[in-house]
């Protein structure tokens, strides 16, 4: 057993932070305030974070988990996953916009396995990121039971017709296309009978913008009819879902990444305020009430590390098996629960500032919130973990 990190992806992590401390803070602390109100003005935010994501494609790190072939550098899940963490753990909003995943927006894998003479369009561009997708899977019937989905694809001539619903999708509002996952044998289902396809922007419609408590707001798609010629299938017909869980181990380190890495930021702020805060003439880091959450943050901050490091380095030695399934669930679960309980205590220390917009931890917490419910809620995965027992 060896632990230590290789030390080419130590000298990638520092090259990494050296240019969100270049590039991405002194945006940061520009456009700070315009996060704050309750419906934050996403076009004036909208060529920020294109500029943010073009630099950091530019710096060979936005995609860098993309194939060379594709344009990426083909690092690690390991890798990879360490960019999520620095990204987040960097306490910048905007940081997030550098690394694609575990954001739908930037390219996912499945895209390799559209045919060669489509990468142009689809493939290229959004490794470089001058263009953003979407992955649209769930709809108003169907979440956490996926399987369930009402959009269907039916073949006419030499095209699928593509008619459905879909909600809550991520950067459905800008994305130039989507990734879609239709029912194409109502039978089969899962088991053959769902299709993922690459459908272009001037297909489906988009529906109204979905505020919530979290800084990512989803939006509704429409597909009335929308037309894609065959080869726009990703895969092979009937396999979209299988297709998408071969992929899900390494997002769930990813969501594992980013959990830990804001934990470790709302921890390192909490101590900073808990020490140069007074009250009763002292710091507040002199009570033991409040330092003992923070040590226990720091526990639960390392449980959380070894696990996400652990998965990535099962994803990236055993390849996307579903036999990691087991472990992406856990660290999913764990990680996600864990590190909003470390937000909850850093918003506890920070007292009224805790919960303030204009402080550092609200939306820490706001977003850890979120991610206890995307890409599959803890229950789900609770679900696939008693499976693993045979339960
Ligand atoms: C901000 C945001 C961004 C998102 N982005 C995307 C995206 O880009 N693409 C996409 O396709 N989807 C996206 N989603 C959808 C997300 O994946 C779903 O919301 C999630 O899978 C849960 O589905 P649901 O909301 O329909 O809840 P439901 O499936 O209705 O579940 C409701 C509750 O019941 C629990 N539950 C369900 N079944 C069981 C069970 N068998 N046992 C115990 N408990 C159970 C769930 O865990 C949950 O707590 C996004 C959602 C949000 C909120």
Known sequence: ?????PEELIALRQSFAAFLDREVRPLEAEHAREFWGEYPDRDSLAPVVQSIRRRSAEEGFYA???????????????????????????????????????????????LVKLPRHLWDSYVFPV????????????????????????????????EWVITGHKHYITNGEHADFAIVFAVTDAEKRAAGGITAFVVPADQFRRGKLQW??????????YFDDARVPVDHVIGEVGMGFFEAMTFLNSGRAYIGAQSLGLAEWALDAAIDHAQ??????????????????????????????????????????????????GDASITKYYATETAFEVADRAVQVFGGMGIMREGPVERVQRHLRMLRVVEGASEVQLLVIARTLGL
């Open 276 to 325: 140069k805060r007074t009250a009763f003439g002292r710091p507040l880091a002199k009570n033991q009430g409040v330092s003992f959450p923070l040590a226990r943050s720091k526990a639960d901050i390392e449980a959380i590390r070894w696990l996400v490091y652990h998965l990535a380095w099962r994803v990236d030695t055993e390849g996307d098996a579903l036999g990691v399934m």
């Open 64 to 110: 860098a988990y993309m194939p060379e072939e594709a344009g990426g550098q083909g690092l690690s899940v390991l890798g990879t996953t360490l960019l999520v963490e620095d990204a987040a753990r960097s306490g910048m909003r905007l940081a997030l916009a550098a690394i694609a995943p575990p954001n739908p927006a930037g390219p996912s894998p499945l």
């Open 1 to 5: 057993m060896d632990f230590a990190l």
């Open 127 to 158: 490794v470089a990121g001058t263009t953003t997708m979407c992955f649209a899977l769930t709809e108003p019937e169907a979440g956490s039971d996926a399987q369930s989905i009402r959009t269907k694809a039916v073949l006419e001539g030499d």
């Open 212 to 221: 919530n408590l979290s800084d990512s707001h989803p939006a509704e798609l």
